[in-house]
């Protein structure tokens, strides 16, 4: 994405080949403006950010429209027309591809940011990562965008991708069917466009293999509920409301364990409840329903469901929508409790030890979410 920008300011400047200063510009450009948009979207998806990406998305497809019929009207050419050709300036020869290049690293860096604010547990976290390498591999492979069969299935992932995000935001809605729909709507964009580009270049089944994949991830709960962020979640005591406030005494970690400001255990009194409380962040305009699933881990069957609890969610709010619910006479034991969406999807997963006997070294801390 930035190498380009590196290359130019080297030239700019006049550096010379020798310095290191030029071999570190590329990266330095490339970070910078990973930095840019990390703190550019912010801690929330607003919709300023999906129509972002909508514009990023149009340009390539744009540039890889304009870079087919190039292609196809250069083996039209007769060879005198050829040769003339190709002494053109290389600036002139290489600035499609290194725009496309820009283009594609805009749209793998915002993605990854937006996808890895929704990832809070393992699996959803690895498909991030696989975002980040995507992100990464950017700046090594533009010398393959000739190859129209790749740049149509880069082009395909990230259609797809921004669909995913663009369609529930458009439709106040976060339900499964938006996203196969969205997923099939970005592989035939991407089949669609590859028919009208002048000599139909490359292949476009990559595409199609690539949305069955994503189908599948998402089955299997790789793919986080976008575009819902967690924004806190705490499991305590004595849940109070107080000033539009909801405030709940947590167990503070114990002195030897500085690392840690809040502990993962908990000791509950007899017969007293035990709240979760979470605080999710949606766009404006989306209305779902969210749940907890509490589990109790059982040595000899696993994870046990308890109960699963559901709460609206209404979106707009900067701090996140909130929502509590809370278990009594709770048995002791290693506990978690997932953030499902109406359809299943896990948002984040909070584990904690639960004790029913007294502490003398306990100490709460009320907590405002």
Not at 29 to 52: E, K, V, Y
Not at 94 to 123: D, E, R, T, V
Not at 235 to 252: A, D, F, H, Q
Request: charged letters at 15%; one cysteine or more.
């Amino acid at each position: 994405m930035f190498k380009f920008l590196g290359q130019f300011l080297a030239r700019f400047f006049k550096l010379d080949t020798t310095l290191s200063l030029k071999n570190l510009l590329p990266a330095i450009a490339f970070f910078g403006g990973f930095l840019w948009d990390a703190l550019t979207i912010g801690r929330q998806i607003n919709p300023s950010d999906l129509w972002f990406l909508a514009g990023y998305l149009l340009a390539a497809g744009l540039i890889l429209y304009w870079m087919g019929h190039r292609s196809h009207a250069h083996a039209s050419m007769s060879e005198m027309e050829q040769l003339k050709h190709s002494i053109r300036p290389e600036w002139q020869k290489n600035a499609p591809i290194f725009i496309l290049q820009f283009l594609f690293g805009s749209l793998f860096s915002c993605l990854f940011i937006m996808y890895f604010k929704s990832a809070n547990h393992f699996l959803a976290l690895f498909w991030s990562l696989g975002l980040a390498f995507l992100l990464v591999a950017n700046e090594c492979i533009d010398h393959h965008y000739q190859r129209f069969t790749l740049t149509w299935a880069l082009f395909g992932l990230c259609a797809i991708l921004v669909f995913n995000f663009l369609l529930p935001f458009m439709l106040g809605s976060i339900l499964a069917v938006w996203f196969y729909l969205s997923t099939f709507a970005g592989a035939t964009l991407t089949h669609y466009l590859r028919k009208k580009t002048p000599g139909c270049p490359g292949r476009a089944w990559p595409v199609w293999a690539i949305a069955g994949v994503l189908s599948l991830a998402y089955i299997l709960d790789f793919i986080p509920p976008v575009p819902l962020v967690k924004r806190d979640m705490q499991i305590g005591l004595n849940l109070e409301k107080s000033n539009g406030e909801m405030v709940i005494s947590v167990e503070k970690s114990a002195w030897y364990k500085p690392w840690r400001l809040l502990s993962n255990d908990l000791h509950v009194p007899a017969g007293a409840r035990v709240y979760c409380v979470s605080a999710v962040f949606a766009p404006s305009g989306i209305n779902t329903s969210l749940y907890h699933r509490w589990e109790r881990y059982d040595e000899k069957l696993g994870w046990q469901a308890a109960s699963r609890i559901g709460f609206g969610l209404s979106g707009g709010r900067q701090g996140g929508f909130r929502g509590y619910t809370y278990k009594q006479n709770i048995q002791s034991g290693e506990w978690r409790i997932k953030v499902e969406t109406e359809d299943g999807r896990t948002l984040t997963v909070y584990h904690f030890n639960l004790y029913t006997e007294p502490s003398t070294d306990t100490h709460l801390d009320a907590r405002n979410i």
